[in-house]
């Protein structure tokens, strides 16, 4: 699978569809996320969710 980034604005909606298992990092250090980190695992849970990162 191939690392994408994707650059979000703030208050920006996007629509992705992402396969299971693919995780979202944050890619710099912005607030209180880390650069590298995880922050959420798509899974079947999130099907037809909307996820807001703040």
């Known amino acids: 699978m191939e690392n994408r980034l994707i650059q979000i604005a703030p208050h920006e909606l996007v629509n992705l569809a ?11 250090t912005e607030g209180a996320h880390q650069a590298g980190k995880m922050m959420t695992m798509i899974s079947d ?7 807001a990162v703040d």
Do not use: D
């Open 45 to 51: 849970s999130l099907s037809g969710t909307t996820i």
């Open 18 to 28: 992402l396969p299971l298992g693919s995780g979202v990092t944050s890619a710099a």
